[in-house]
T-cell receptor
Framework: QQQVKQSPQSLIVQKGGISIINCAYE??????FPWYQQFPGKGPALLIA?????SEKKEGRFTISFNKSAKQFSLHIMDSQPGDSATYFC????????????FGKGTKLSVKP | KAGVTQTPRYLIKTRGQQVTLSCSPI?????VSWYQQTPGQGLQFLFE???????NKGNFPGRFSGRQFSNSRSEMNVSTLELGDSALYLC????????????FGPGTRLTVL
């Protein structure tokens, strides 16, 4: 059972454009929603994270939008750059179990110059 | 501060053998989690250790086991290796179980022939 569904699987964006990746979850006990960025040959690195009591969180060019009633959250990358080309994973965990992250399948982003 | 280190980085084994992977968390971090990453299944949670005790376990067979030492270093063991165990094994550490941010190591690439 896939508890976190991520789309699209791959995304091609022009430099300067907006990249949008969406995730949906089923478990209402989830209360922590991070996004990770992974480059080839590297481990995932935390990009930005949100809790359900906030509808939006912005850090630099990265923004998470969270819709608790729809059980959906999304990552927006503004002014996308070729250096942003990587695989992005959304994840979720329950309170007190942050060590047990449930990941989406990932989105491979390619930013064309 | 040094990041999460994992050894070895690459490993080739044959079916039926057993393997031990090692993870050294960030200094001061007491929680260690292990994940398996494959192209088909994505990132899947294996287990979480805190204070030398397994706190959570993912849906993997008993061939997968782990332990944590008093210095928070962790090892995972896979016995009777199968071809399907070929994967990138990632270790992540955090300060405590209730701390949000997990920091991932670069992983150990296991190939089973």
């Amino acid at each position: 059972q896939q508890q976190v569904k991520q789309s699209p699987q791959s995304l091609i964006v022009q430099k300067g454009g907006i990249s949008i990746i969406n995730c949906a979850y089923e478990n209402t006990a989830f209360d922590y929603f991070p996004w990770y960025q992974q480059f080839p040959g590297k481990g995932p690195a935390l990009l930005i994270a949100i809790r359900p009591d906030v509808s939006e969180k912005k850090e630099g060019r990265f923004t998470i939008s969270f819709n608790k009633s729809a059980k959906q959250f999304s990552l927006h990358i503004m002014d996308s750059q070729p250096g942003d080309s990587a695989t992005y994973f959304c994840a979720a965990s329950e309170r007190g179990s942050q060590g047990n992250l449930i990941f989406g399948k990932g989105t491979k982003l390619s930013v064309k110059p | 501060k040094a990041g999460v280190t994992q050894t070895p980085r690459y490993l080739i084994k044959t079916r039926g053998q057993q393997v031990t992977l090692s993870c050294s968390p960030i200094s001061g971090h007491r929680s260690v989690s292990w994940y398996q990453q494959t192209p088909g299944q994505g990132l899947q949670f294996l287990f979480e250790y805190f204070s030398e005790t397994q706190r959570n376990k993912g849906n993997f067979p008993g061939r997968f086991s782990g332990r944590q030492f008093s210095n928070s270093r962790s090892e995972m063991n896979v016995s009777t290796l199968e071809l399907g165990d070929s994967a990138l094994y990632l270790c992540a550490s955090s300060f405590s179980r209730s701390t949000d941010t997990q920091y991932f190591g670069p992983g150990t690439r296991l190939t089973v022939l």
